[in-house]
């Protein structure tokens, strides 16, 4: 059995937990947390601890905090020549102390806490920089995943960069549009079907060839129709750059 260390208690650190928890091929031995009572609804709290000294021996360590945290905590990890991998998209591996292995264990998708998700399909980003560590990342990330994945640096934070495009900034969209709802009073439900099926077309065409639209279209009285309803600066700015960004990429005939 592979024993792991989980050092942090953020929405990463639960859900791998909460994953880890499943695997008959893993245990978890330990978790760090400043804070136990954040994790004693899914650890025993026996085995969570706020001190680094107390951390204890494991296989693999694996660093779930805040992108900016991780150079401090590594920096504080007690031992040497351990592997220690962060979970971070964009966070170069050499971020870590040179006291330890270093090794990348990301997992992409959105986590928010609360919310179930089936880990399995999360694909899993891994780096390492031995041979022998990236086959024990790979073993520990095939026992919660069947999505894993080699990575260097730069396609990962590709891979994070993208994220943020059709993740973050797509449900800003969303946002935006309940805003827009909200203001007109008319319920954002009626979108709920139209964003579903944008997605499903995604999963068959690129999404180049699934876009629609005044902007591909062309359609300039729309486009300033549009522009004229929206009373809201931010929202105009947004939608401009957005039509100008589908019109660079071409025009529906």
Do not use: W
Not at 21 to 38: D, G, L, Y
Not at 52 to 76: G, M, P
Request: charged content about 25%; glycine content about 4%; proline content about 3%.
């Amino acid at each position: 059995m592979i024993q792991i260390v989980i050092i942090g208690s953020g929405n990463v650190a639960q859900h791998l937990i909460m994953a880890f928890a499943k695997s008959k091929e893993i245990e978890i031995v330990q978790v760090f947390s400043r804070q136990k009572e954040t994790l004693t609804h899914l650890v025993n709290s026996s085995k969570i601890t706020s001190n680094y000294t107390d951390l204890v021996e494991a296989d693999l360590y694996i660093i779930a905090v805040s992108d900016d945290a991780i150079a401090s905590v590594s920096s504080k990890l007690p031992f040497k020549n351990r592997l220690v991998a962060h979970s971070s998209g964009s966070v170069p591996i050499d971020s870590l102390d040179n006291q330890n292995r270093k090794g990348v264990f990301y997992p992409l998708q959105t986590f928010t806490k609360g919310k179930t998700i089936d880990f399995s399909q999360i694909p899993i980003c891994l780096e390492s920089k031995k041979d022998s560590d990236f086959d024990l990342l790979e073993k520990v990330a095939q026992c919660i995943s069947k999505k894993v994945f080699k990575s260097d640096e730069k396609q990962r934070k590709a891979l994070h960069i993208s994220a943020v495009f059709v993740n973050n900034f797509v449900n800003e969209m969303y946002r935006i549009g309940n805003e827009i709802c909200d203001e007109n009073k008319v319920s954002f439900e009626i979108l709920k079907p139209l964003i579903l099926e944008t997605v499903n077309k995604v999963m068959t065409l690129s999404p180049k060839e699934a876009q629609t639209g005044p902007a591909k279209r062309n359609d300039t009285q729309t486009i300033e129709a549009h522009l004229d309803f929206l009373s809201n600066e931010n929202h105009a700015t947004i939608y401009k750059i957005l039509t100008q960004s589908i019109q660079n990429n071409g025009k529906e005939l």
